[in-house]
């Protein structure tokens, strides 16, 4: 690929952006920041900022654009600041960039990567929430506009490197009988049930084998990340939920497989270093450096595999049976799922009452379409709001 990639990193600050800026400064050749986005890690963004001179850089508010703009000065930088969600969407679907890692944690990030969807830039897709919120959506967006959807999490992106070159979402024209995501089990894999109850927040964002933010270690640890993530994967790859099964791997090598009708078992093999599926989404289809050791089997030695036990992990349950429900099912999950995680780290919930209000909360709401970006909204607003009740009762 010869012309230069201009891209917009959508939370550059978290581990994702900050993995993804180490694969650009390994290819200044190749690659070239347009525009870097952060919540409110103001000092991180102008250090980064000072080294990959963005024409512009994305805050949460008004306070700190203030306090960057103060820093960038100081730096003597002309990166012009802005604020809020419109800015957000903004620079995902501005015509100086033609890449977008679409990288900001949770039902947040969903405005700004749908924005990027409809104007037809190439998506780097590692929020999840983006397709769990907005599914058809989100996919209708990518086919009218011609975009190019790439999946960054590690799992959908090794089921991507193990399909036909020319898959073009149809399991059956291919032979495919299964995607399999697999998963590490996370920190609380072989402690007793009954100890569940006391675990502590920094027990539980303790991953055994990947560095990641807060919120989305506890989903590891309750396994609601890879229920997400059996939601994604449908939408990614058209592929009905009987046909999505997880995995417990506690090695993190095999980030995933998929299985054809003929016997055959294709997997994708590495280090658990998100910059793999980073370099090859940035490089796509071509494959560049990222910084990744080589994977060393006699090193590893054993593989092993388990299948999930549910009593353990009740929000994968939860999670397929919102699969399997349709309708506004997937934004009630994630929705109540991010409120009840932030309650348990604030301290005003146990750890094994994450799944217990997520049920509640499925149950108390009734579905509905929500065919439009404002409807998915509303119904994540009204969630919300019966989630913190609950919780607050």
Partial sequence: MSS????????????IG?????????????????????????????????????????????????EL???????????????????L????????????????????????????????????????????????????????SGAVLLPIDSEHNAIFQCLPFNYGRQAQAHGISKVILTASGGPFLNRSLES?????????????????????????????????????????????????????????????????EDGSVLAQLGNPDMRTPIAYGLAYPERINSGVAPLDLVKIAKLNFEAPDFSRFPCLSL????LRAGQTASIILNASNEIAVQAFLD?????????QIIARVMDKIALSVADDIDSVLECDRVTRRVTSSLIAS
């Fill in 18 to 66: 900050v993995s993804t800026l180490d694969v650009i400064a390994r290819h200044p050749d190749r690659y070239q920041v347009f525009a870097l986005t952060a919540h409110s890690q103001v000092v991180k963004l102008a250090q980064q900022c000072e080294q990959f001179s963005p024409q512009v850089a994305v805050v949460g508010s008004a306070a700190a654009a203030t």
């Fill in 196 to 260: 569940l109850s006391d675990v502590t927040p920094d027990e539980a964002v303790a991953h055994p084998n990947w560095v990641m933010g807060r919120k989305i270690s506890i989903d590891s640890a309750t396994m609601m990340n890879k229920g997400l993530e059996v939601i994604e994967a449908h939408w990614l790859f058209a592929t009905p939920a009987d046909q999505i099964d997880v995995l417990i791997h506690p090695q993190s090598v095999i980030h995933s497989m998929v299985s054809y």
């Fill in 69 to 87: 703009q103060v820093l960038l000065k100081e730096k003597k930088l002309m990166t012009q600041v802005l604020y809020g969600p419109q800015a």
């Fill in 4 to 15: 230069v990639q201009t891209i917009c990193v959508l939370g550059s600050t978290g581990s």
């Fill in 319 to 322: 999670a397929y049976a919102a």
């Fill in 347 to 355: 301290g005003k919930i146990g750890f094994r009452m994450i799944d």
């Fill in 89 to 144: 969407c903004d620079v995902a679907s501005a015509s100086e960039c033609n890449t977008v890692m679409a990288a900001i944690v949770g039902a947040a990030g969903l405005p700004a990567s749908l924005a990027a969807a409809k104007a037809g830039k190439k998506v780097l897709l590692a929020n999840k929430e983006a397709l769990v919120m907005s599914g058809q959506l989100f996919i209708n967006a990518v086919t009218d």
